[in-house]
């Protein structure tokens, strides 16, 4: 079964950095295409960045491009959203989510897999 658990979000002043962190089990996931999005208050669930293992290859929303970064680990079965020059409009619950597919999507429902979510808080 898969398990995605996001860890590293947190409280932090506009301007700052954050880095978090999506553990995968259950599968092998060279294959797989992994996605970060978040979800503010009363707002639809949005696409931040896809990343597929295999080869690294990665996308950005246009409001993250140039502060966000994702990577990923192979060896520890782990992705990465590097979060700097945070701005109070990305506070909101960030999740992780796998698509078997690697279809490198921004949507929602092409992603199987999705973890529980990380708080992030960006205060002004």
């Known amino acids: 079964q898969v398990q995605l658990v996001e860890s590293g979000g947190g409280l932090v002043q506009a301007g700052g950095s954050l880095r978090l962190s999506c553990a995968a089990s259950?599968?092998?996931?060279?294959?797989?295409?992994m996605g970060w999005f978040r979800q503010a208050p009363g707002k639809e669930r949005e696409f931040v960045a896809a990343i597929r293992w295999s080869d690294g290859s990665r996308r950005y929303a246009g409001s993250v491009k140039g502060r966000f970064a994702a990577s990923r680990d192979n060896a520890k079965n782990t992705v990465y959203l590097q979060m700097n020059s945070l701005k109070p409009e990305d506070t909101a619950v960030y999740y992780c989510?796998?698509?078997?597919?690697?279809?490198?999507?921004?949507?929602?429902?092409?992603?199987?897999?999705w973890g529980q979510g990380t708080r992030v808080t960006v205060s002004s």
């Open positions: 989510a796998a698509d078997p597919l690697a279809r490198f999507s921004a949507d929602v429902a092409e992603y199987d897999y």
């Open positions: 259950g599968r092998t996931f060279s294959s797989y295409g």
